[in-house]
């Protein structure tokens, strides 16, 4: 309870906090998510479309290769986004753990 918060408000103030610690954990699990299932998802649908030029003769064949290229690119992107990825989330979990810890 916050200092010289009436004692009436007390089950709502509970209530509210209850909440955030609960949509903060929520909101760190869905960001997480997205950003993987965004690159991951992009990958596939470049690796079906050069599948899908290679059926395309000569012209196909080309830019099969140079669509497999940028899948190489941005599965490097892949790495360092991954990377970065688990820092900001153990970064993230440690400061909503302090927050429970030490209770405001």
């Excluded at 609960?22 to 050069?50: C, E, P, Q, W």
């Excluded at 899948?71 to 990377?83: K, N, P, R, S, Y």
Aim: charged share 5%; aromatic share 12%.
């Amino acid at each position: 309870m916050p200092s010289g918060a009436p004692f009436a408000i007390m089950p709502f103030l509970i209530g509210i906090e209850l909440l955030s610690y609960i949509f903060t954990v929520i909101s760190i699990s869905v960001r997480l998510f997205a950003n993987m299932m965004a690159g991951h998802s992009l990958l596939k649908i470049l690796a079906g479309f050069a599948w899908a030029m290679l059926g395309a003769g000569a012209v196909g064949i080309l830019g099969a290769g140079i669509t497999l290229s940028v899948v190489l690119a941005i599965t490097g992107l892949e790495f360092g986004i991954a990377f970065l990825q688990a820092y900001v989330f153990t970064m993230l979990s440690c400061m909503y753990l302090a927050d429970c810890i030490t209770l405001h």
